[in-house]
Nanobody, 117 residues
């Protein structure tokens, strides 16, 4: 059974940092491209960034470029989202998504990040 479990969401002040984790199980993690998405209240879900299966390639939305970093540990079946210089507009539920080589996609249930003073 495929499972993706996000953790690390919290209340943080503007300018602060937070690291999210996504623990994967039930599939060959090292073969999956992983992505982070977010959904702010009243808005559509949007792509934050992605990392290739081996971790050698990453891409980011313009809104987070230079502030957020995605990494992964294939041995531990974890993917991370390091968020620095957080802004109020980064407030959202953050989701991780796995995309397997045949195209199957799986989502976690999300973790809430609130940026507020």
């Amino acid at each position: 059974q495929v499972q993706l479990v996000e953790s690390g969401g919290d209340l943080v002040q503007p300018g602060g940092s937070l690291r999210l984790s996504c623990a994967a199980s039930g599939f060959t993690f090292s073969s999956a491209a992983m992505s982070w998405y977010r959904q702010a209240p009243g808005k559509e879900r949007e792509l934050v960034g992605s990392i290739s299966s081996a971790g050698g390639s990453t891409m980011y939305a313009d809104s987070v470029k230079g502030r957020f970093t995605i990494s992964r540990d294939n041995a531990k079946e974890l993917v991370y989202l390091q968020m620095n210089s957080l802004k109020r507009e980064d407030t959202a539920v953050y989701y991780c998504k796995a995309r397997l080589p045949l195209g199957n996609t799986y989502w976690g249930k999300g973790t809430l990040v609130t940026v507020s003073s």
